[in-house]
């Protein structure tokens, strides 16, 4: 098929008539690229701090300096595709003083290369999890990092090359499709693998509970029996100290939890992203539908909510592996992921 340089745009912004109602319209959409690209660029500098503050101590962690890259990057891309030709509507909103200098093509790419990065950094995420809690998920051959590397830079090259051919030639709508539907088929297949090991977390959490509270019990049982008859001495004191079981418990229920909890807002994260990524391919662009305008409102609603959904999962990110102890320095006990380690 030829290059129609002239065809529709595969995803148009949406078209006014109404000029009074689009100064409103106009309004609300300049707070939410101004606010979004505030919030993802203070997220990028939180992470690139936590790089420079912790980057001796941890650079052998390569979970930590990869998903915090990863986190770093995406907000550099979103904040300037924000911050310089938000959605490309640099043309469409020029009487407002919403000029731009940049190339559709530029615009297009900074966009685009969000999604990879989103499904990079929750891969490594995944795989730091497993390695952490030692929870069976999925297939050994899946975790093997050749194959994680290829994936990752499979989306990074399907991404750049689709937005690129159809930035010049807008009739190659259908590479967005192969496109989007990579992302939504990768990212299902992630969330899946999160609710699975999620699942399995939380049944290990609560056989390991039933445990300890019967530990507990046999421990307490013979301590009663014991100091009933006789008073201890200081060996049998120590020996007592020792056997404890309460400051290992508590460690391993803080690292359970946070790790539960990161499994779960990633996979509702994850669910949320995929499934406005198919309402994005069926409903409010409509690429397999004839070329149409969206209406003005849906479509900027449905950009903010995508935009704080892509929020909350950078906030996942961060708190995966920026989170530091109470004396300022890395905690294995507390930080649980970041001590793990994947040996390339």
């Not at 590479?175 to 989007?180: A, D, F, S």
């Not at 049944?203 to 009933?228: D, I, N, P, R």
């Amino acid at each position: 098929m030829p290059c129609q340089v002239d065809a529709a745009v595969p995803e148009p912004n949406p078209h006014w008539v109404n000029s009074s109602a689009t100064h409103s319209w106009f309004i609300v959409f300049q707070f939410h690229i101004y606010f979004f690209a505030t919030c993802f660029g203070c997220i990028g500098i939180y992470a690139l701090v936590s790089v420079v503050d912790h980057g001796r101590r941890v650079f052998k962690k390569r979970f930590f300096l990869a998903i915090n890259f990863l986190l770093i990057f995406f907000a550099v891309v979103r904040t300037a595709f924000l911050i310089y030709d938000p959605y490309e509507s640099g043309n469409g909103l020029q009487r407002f003083g919403n000029d731009t200098h940049l190339l559709p093509v530029t615009t297009r790419v900074l966009h685009g290369l969000g999604y990879p990065c989103l499904t990079s950094a929750f891969t490594l995420i995944f795989l730091a999890i497993i390695n952490c809690v030692k929870v069976k998920a999925v297939s050994k051959k899946v975790q093997h990092p050749a194959l994680i590397i290829s994936i990752v830079t499979l989306h990074f090259a399907i991404v750049i090359s689709a937005d690129t051919t159809v930035a010049f030639c807008g009739g190659y709508k259908d590479l967005l499709i192969v496109c989007q539907s990579f992302f939504i088929i990768w990212g299902a297949v992630i969330c899946v693998s999160y609710l699975i090991c999620g699942y399995r977390i939380l049944s290990f959490t609560k056989c390991s509970h039933k445990v300890l509270a019967v530990q507990s019990a046999t421990v307490s049982t013979s301590t009663s029996s014991t100091t009933a008859g006789i008073m201890p001495n200081s060996s049998y004191v120590r020996l007592r100290k020792k056997s404890s079981i309460a400051p290992k418990s508590t460690a391993v229920c803080t690292s359970v939890k946070k790790i539960t909890r990161i499994t779960i807002y990633s996979a509702i994260l994850g669910m949320c992203c995929v499934i406005m990524n198919i309402y994005s391919l069926f409903g409010i662009y409509g690429v397999l539908a004839p070329p149409h305008f969206p209406a003005p409102w849906p479509w900027l609603m449905y950009q903010s909510l995508f935009r704080i959904v892509e929020l909350g999962m950078a906030v996942v990110m961060a708190y995966t592996t920026n989170r530091p102890s109470k004396n300022g320095t890395l905690s294995s006990k507390t930080t649980a992921i970041r001590t793990a380690d994947w040996k390339v």
